[in-house]
């Protein structure tokens, strides 16, 4: 059963930094693109960052080009998110995601990535 679990989350200060975290199990992680995620109450789902399974290839929203980085470290079985210069507008639950080749109905296209498995989420704050 694949599972990913997000951590890191939390209130930060305008112009602060955190470091999300994401474990995954229960596939072949090395061969899985990964991503992050965000969604606010009354808004959709939207893409942050995505990253291919070679760990060279990312892809990021207009919106924090320059802020964030995504990383992995496939011996950990994990992804990072690396958020910096945080603004309010950065306010939302963030989630880890994996595009997995196993089939799903459900998915979400982001970086030419079809994202089909995602965690619980963790919050980020970001606040004067």
């Known amino acids: 059963q694949v599972q990913l679990v997000e951590s890191g989350g939390g209130s930060v200060q305008i112009g602060g930094s955190l470091r999300l975290s994401c474990a995954g199990s229960g596939y072949i992680y090395s061969s899985a693109s990964m991503g992050w995620f965000r969604q606010v109450p009354g808004k959709e789902r939207e893409g942050v960052a995505a990253?291919?399974?070679?760990?060279?290839?990312?892809y990021y929203a207009d919106s924090v080009k320059g802020r964030f980085t995504i990383s992995r470290d496939n011996a950990k079985n994990s992804v990072y998110l690396e958020m910096n210069s945080l603004k309010p507008e950065d306010t939302a639950k963030y989630y880890c995601?994996?595009?997995?080749?196993?089939?799903?109905?459900?998915?979400?296209?982001?970086?030419?990535?079809?994202?089909?498995?995602w965690g619980q989420g963790t919050q980020v704050t970001v606040s004067s």
């Open positions: 995601a994996a595009a997995i080749s196993t089939w799903t109905p459900a998915a979400t296209w982001f970086g030419g990535y079809r994202f089909n498995y």
């Open positions: 990253l291919n399974s070679g760990g060279f290839g990312t």
